[in-house]
Structure formats: structure tokens, C-alpha cells
């Protein structure tokens, strides 16, 4: 195994406190191995990349196969640049080991339908929880807090949130993360990909996350757009939102194995603190496929739980093989999802259910009918996953 040896591995403490004006860009190069799959082939001839804070630019050589065995942290004004062809093999121990990108920072992994950029794994016999995931955060708004006030990361304890709703935290563009959601205790567990605050300047399309043992993909606030999205076989929720999201979600595919728990969980505000703001999440979803297991098999099951007053506009919704379709939960105080449905903020407008027992339960102290949340029932088509899931995708 080659390991370079970089500027030094930091103590995490000393993250705000590095320099980074005068460093040089970084490059890790190793081209003797060119390892692409989200199973795992030997890793010994792979490029090491340090558990460190990094406070100059990381980039990587198309085409090459790297490991992670810790936590890797690009600083305020680092660049991680990841193109086509990488594989980065992620030590199966579980939470502590991730990759990063702090407010400030920017990731631009640019991946192709063919060579897509893949975090994953190095176990022999990889599996759910075996690793991190990929964390990014950003400045962009969140509801926990007020004003230019930042709110700390479940995982690593970093800032997120602020004011700038245009921040850009740099590209996703077929990135796929597999085997990821390492619990660090019942309260903190890694996702897929975390998105922390992240501001709508952030580009993100064609991603997937593969096999997870908590949530795929999850907004924590912030007002990031992302496009072409696919979660396979994640163990708990495979898109979740709070802390006032209010970016879009464009054609997703969600297929759920057999240990899951919801296709989509939205939270209007994070219940474990305030909704200090006073608004709630109200993200646009349109285009999204959600493929469950089947009723005879998994009848209690529910496809979107959609609590917390959080509002939200979908269109295009293709439901198949749930108990419940949307189950709605709230109150008349501080939870008010029903309300959203009355005044409009929370509507569905073309979907289609098949295999599905119930469309709606009501369960937010609020009375409306079907006709109030969903219209135009059964006119709802399928994401063309067949096509833009095409090569880079695992199903």
C-alpha cells in the first residue's frame, strides 16, 4: 500500500485556527490500480489519504483507487477535487471514519455516466454501516437558529447554516456512496450524503446512495437543488428533510429492501430543538419513482411521513407497494402540517398509487378531505431512471 504523507495530521480542535492563504494544492497520484465497483477488490495497492483537517487543496488523479482509514476534513477555503474514475475505499469501522467538506470548503467531484466518482467500502464482505458517508456544509439557512447564528453537525461537530442562500459548497456529478451510515451512538449516525445548510450555488445531480444503514440522502435546512437522485436498499428513511429545507428534489428513484424504514420523512423543524426562525421546511418534489415491497408482504408500511409542519410541493409522485401512501402527522400547536394542507403550502398534484391500501392518513388534528392534499390522482408517470440511472447506478 502507498501512503503519502501529507502537511501533518491535525487535531480536529485546531480546524478554524489553520492557515490557508499561502498553502499549495495537494495532489495524491498513484496510478497503479484502477478499481471502480462498490464490491470490494484488494485494496493493497491503493493510495492512502490521512485522517487530517486539510488546509490546502486535495486533489486526486483520474482513474485511481485510494482509503480513508479516519475522519478527512477539508478546511474554509479548501477545494477536495475528485474526477472521474475514483474509488475511495472507506475503513469498515464504522462512524469516525468520513469525509468532510466544512462551511467555506468546496467538493468538486465530477464523475461520468461511465466512470462515476464512488465512496465506498473496503471490507471484503462489505455492508450497511460500514463507514461515514460524505458530509457537506454550508451557509445557507436553516430554522434552528436565527439570523447569522450556526447550529453544530451530528457527526464531527462542525458549523452549518447562515445567510447566504446562494452559497455554493462546489459540484456533485455522479458520485455514488455505498455501504455508508456508521452509528456513533443511538442519537448520531451518519447518512449517505449529509447535507448540512447547504446553499442553492451547491451543483448536485446523479447521485446515489447504495445500501446505507441509516438515511440516503438528508437535508438538514439549507436551500441546496438537486436533480437525479437514487437511494437503493437504505435501512432507515431514503430522503429525509428538517430544519427548514427549502431547496427542490427532480427525478428520483427510491427502492426499499427489506429493512427500512420510510421512502421520504419530512420534518418541518428538528423537534430536538426549536424552530427558533418561526418557518418550516418547504421543499418542491417532482418526478419521484418509490418502490416498497408490497402490501401482502409489508402492509403497515408507509411510503412519505410528512410531520412537523412541514410543508411541501410534489408533483409527478409514482407510489408502489405500501400500506399508506402519505401518512400526515401533527397538531393544532407547534406541528401544524395540517394547516399546510388547508392553506395550500402542502399540496400533491398528479400521482399515481398501485399496490397501495390506503392514499392518505390523517393524523394531524386538522380536518380535510383526500381531494384537499392530493389531485389528480393516477396521473402520475415514472422517472425515466432506465435512463439517467443508465451505467453508474447499482440496483
Not at 494544492?25 to 493510495?47: E, F, H, K, R
Request: proline fraction near 3%; aromatic fraction near 10%.
Amino acid at each position: 500500500m502507498k501512503t503519502i504523507h501529507l502537511v501533518g495530521i491535525l487535531l480536529l480542535s485546531a480546524l478554524f485556527s489553520c492557515a490557508t492563504d499561502d498553502t499549495a494544492t495537494i495532489y495524491i497520484t498513484d496510478n497503479s490500480v484502477t478499481n471502480n465497483t462498490s464490491g470490494n477488490n484488494t485494496t493493497t495497492d491503493c493510495t492512502t489519504i490521512l485522517a487530517a483537517v486539510y488546509t490546502s487543496d486535495l486533489e486526486l488523479e483520474p482513474f485511481t483507487c485510494y482509503t480513508i482509514n479516519g475522519p478527512v476534513i477539508m478546511a474554509t477555503g479548501t477545494n477536495l477535487i475528485i474526477p472521474e474514475g475514483v474509488t475511495i475505499y472507506a475503513e469498515a469501522t464504522g462512524a469516525e471514519v468520513y469525509i468532510a467538506i466544512s462551511q467555506g470548503a468546496k467538493i468538486t467531484a465530477t464523475g461520468t455516466p461511465n466512470n462515476p466518482v464512488v465512496l465506498t467500502s473496503n471490507a471484503n464482505l462489505p455492508k450497511a454501516g460500514d463507514w461515514g458517508g460524505l458530509i457537506i456544509l454550508g451557509k445557507a439557512p436553516i430554522n434552528s437558529v436565527t439570523g447569522s447564528a450556526t447550529a453544530t453537525s451530528e457527526i464531527a461537530s462542525l458549523p452549518y447554516g447562515g445567510t447566504a442562500s446562494n452559497d455554493s459548497s462546489g459540484v456533485l456529478r455522479y458520485v455514488r456512496v455505498a455501504y455508508s451510515g456508521g452509528a456513533a451512538d443511538g442519537q448520531s449516525e451518519n447518512n449517505g450524503f449529509s447535507f448540512y445548510g447547504v446553499g442553492s450555488g451547491t451543483t448536485v445531480e446523479y447521485i446515489q446512495a447504495y445500501e446505507g444503514k441509516d438515511d440516503g440522502v438528508e437535508f438538514f435546512g439549507g436551500t441546496v437543488n438537486v436533480r437525479y437522485v437514487s437511494v437503493i436498499n437504505a435501512q432507515d428513511d431514503s430522503i429525509d428533510w428538517t430544519e427548514g429545507y427549502t431547496g427542490s428534489i427532480t427525478d428520483a428513484y427510491i427502492k426499499q429492501g427489506a429493512q427500512h424504514d420510510k421512502a421520504i420523512e419530512a420534518d418541518g423543524y428538528n423537534t430536538d430543538f426549536s424552530n427558533a426562525a418561526g418557518y418550516y421546511s418547504k421543499p418542491n418534489v417532482s418526478h419521484v419513482t418509490i418502490i416498497g415491497l408490497g402490501t401482502e408482504s409489508n402492509p403497515d408500511s408507509e411510503a412519505v411521513r410528512l410531520r412537523a409542519g412541514t410543508q411541501g410541493i410534489f408533483n409527478n409522485i409514482y407510489i408502489q407497494g405500501y400500506g399508506e401512501g402519505f401518512d400526515l402527522d401533527g397538531d393544532l400547536g407547534n406541528n401544524p402540517t395540517g394547516n399546510g394542507v388547508i392553506n395550500g403550502h402542502l399540496h400533491v398534484t398528479n400521482v399515481s398509487f398501485v399496490d397501495v391500501t390506503q392514499y392518505v392518513q390523517n393524523d394531524t388534528q386538522v380536518a380535510f378531505s383526500e381531494t384537499d392534499f392530493l389531485t389528480g390522482i393516477s396521473n402520475a408517470t415514472q422517472t425515466n431512471y432506465a435512463v439517467w440511472g443508465a451505467n453508474w447506478t447499482l440496483e
